[in-house]
Nanobody, 126 residues
């Protein structure tokens, strides 16, 4: 049974930083591309970043490029998202997602299973 458990969210001031984590279990984590997706209040899910199964290839949405860094530790079955220079528009619930097929190289929306856990809330405020 696939489980993805996000953590690390919180209340941060604009310009601040957070590191989100996603603990994965129930599947061969090291063989899947992984993704971070977010959902702001009243909006749909927005793809923000992808990482290849071995961590060597990464992609970012233009809205987060240069401020967010995706990474993974296959030994720990954990996905990370380092968020720097937070903006008000980054406030959302952040989810991780797994690719639809092992080793499938796919960078954006439509590449991942749309099965959401509880997510982790990021709030940006003074």
């Amino acid at each position: 049974q696939v489980q993805l458990v996000e953590s690390g969210g919180g209340l941060v001031q604009p310009g601040g930083s957070l590191r989100l984590s996603c603990a994965a279990s129930g599947f061969a984590f090291s063989t899947y591309w992984m993704y971070w997706v977010r959902q702001a209040p009243g909006k749909g899910h927005e793809w923000i970043s992808s990482i290849s199964h071995n961590g060597l290839i990464t992609y970012y949405a233009d809205s987060v490029k240069g401020r967010f860094t995706i990474s993974r530790d296959n030994a720990k079955n954990t996905l990370y998202l380092q968020i720097d220079s937070l903006k008000f528009e980054d406030a959302a619930v952040y989810y991780c997602a797994k690719g639809v097929r092992q080793y499938r190289a796919c960078s954006g929306s439509g590449c991942y299973e749309q099965s959401w856990g509880q997510g982790t809330q990021v709030t940006v405020s003074f």
